[in-house]
T-cell receptor
Framework: KAGVTQTPRYLIKTRGQQVTLSCSPI?????VSWYQQTPGQGLQFLFE???????NKGNFPGRFSGRQFSNSRSEMNVSTLELGDSALYLC????????????FGSGTRLTVV | DAKTTQPNSMESNEEEPVHLPCNHS???????IHWYRQLPSQGPEYVIH???SNVNNRMASLAIAEDRKSSTLILHRATLRDAAVYYC????????????FGKGTKLSVKP
């Protein structure tokens, strides 16, 4: 079956701009989570959506936002980009509940210059 | 903060078994123990999870201590492709959708 698809794979943006990243989960998965990975901070949880509702949120500023559509596809948006936002952004999808594993996408590499 | 403790790095020889330890002394009764691994330039990959009993799948085995305060991921025959960072994560049994990653264990496999 198709995996988790993230687009685009690579992105270069300028400080102050905004960016939208997309994630298509595995068919049937209703939970979509986003993570930021940097060399200094490792993998950090951004937010999780389930059935179009944000269910959990990590400790990130309001410039980071997301949404989920009725087909479970999700987007995350970062406004007023800062140099420190350069990172690998990973999306993970799953059915739900602690007894299930998540499937991660390959990520979007965002570089802010 | 991550609720698990793992060694920073481990080394193994190819085709030998590898035992990756994880301590989680504050585990609650409803927490599942999940293991993920991340190969270079890839997103994390689910390996295995368990609640109380030992678990086996095609990738690995998970041995859970009787008091559940520690667990061990077992790779029965390490290959070069198993070189990765391995993360041990506790995940709540309810609708706790987020995974809290620690630093993980970087496994090196020598030919």
């Amino acid at each position: 079956k198709a995996g988790v698809t993230q687009t685009p794979r690579y992105l270069i943006k300028t400080r102050g701009q905004q960016v939208t990243l997309s994630c298509s989960p595995i068919s049937g998965h209703r939970s979509v989570s986003w993570y930021q990975q940097t060399p200094g901070q490792g993998l950090q949880f951004l937010f999780e959506y389930f059935s179009e509702t944000q269910r959990n949120k990590g400790n990130f500023p309001g410039r980071f936002s997301g949404r989920q559509f009725s087909n479970s596809r999700s987007e995350m948006n970062v406004s007023t980009l800062e140099l420190g936002d350069s990172a690998l952004y990973l999306c993970a999808s799953g059915y739900d509940a602690g007894g299930d594993g998540y499937t991660f996408g390959s990520g979007t590499r965002l570089t802010v210059v | 903060d991550a609720k698990t403790t793992q060694p920073n790095s481990m080394e193994s020889n190819e085709e030998e078994p590898v035992h990756l330890p994880c301590n989680h002394s504050t585990i609650s009764g409803t927490d599942y123990i999940h293991w993920y691994r991340q190969l270079p330039s890839q997103g994390p990959e689910y390996v295995i999870h368990g609640l109380t009993s030992n678990v086996n799948n095609r990738m690995a085995s998970l041995a859970i201590a009787e008091d559940r305060k520690s667990s061990t991921l077992i790779l029965h025959r390490a290959t070069l492709r198993d070189a990765a960072v391995y993360y041990c994560i506790l995940r709540g049994g309810g609708s706790q959708g987020n995974l809290i990653f620690g630093k993980g264990t970087k496994l090196s496999v020598k030919p």
